[in-house]
């Protein structure tokens, strides 16, 4: 099977450890010197007055399965938040 970067996009991701909604991918992480996805961004939950929502990491080792509607994780409990620094040599995509 294969995947587009912008079909993901569409996706919501949800953790088959508690069935936690964790948002829809909003970016890709991608390690340009080996070409393979490092992780995937979701939006996260709103947790501001002003509807701001705090992003999350979801490590690709933690991808379970990848459907038409969603995605499967076996995330960490807690998500990491996005506040994480990237590498230089990580580029982001989307």
Not at 1 to 16: A, G, P, T, V, Y
Not at 67 to 79: H, K, M, N, W
Not at 86 to 93: G, H, N, T
């Amino acid at each position: 099977m294969s995947c587009c970067i912008s079909d993901l996009r569409d996706k919501e991701i949800i953790n088959i450890c508690n069935g936690a909604r964790l948002g829809y991918v909003v970016d890709v992480e991608v390690d340009v010197t080996s070409g393979r996805v490092i992780s995937l961004v979701a939006s996260g939950e709103c947790r501001s007055l002003f509807g701001k929502t705090e992003e999350v990491v979801i490590p690709w080792e933690c991808v379970e399965r990848i459907g038409d509607e969603t995605i499967l994780v076996r995330a960490p409990e807690p998500p990491l938040p996005r506040s994480l620094k990237f590498e230089k040599k990580k580029f982001r995509i989307l």
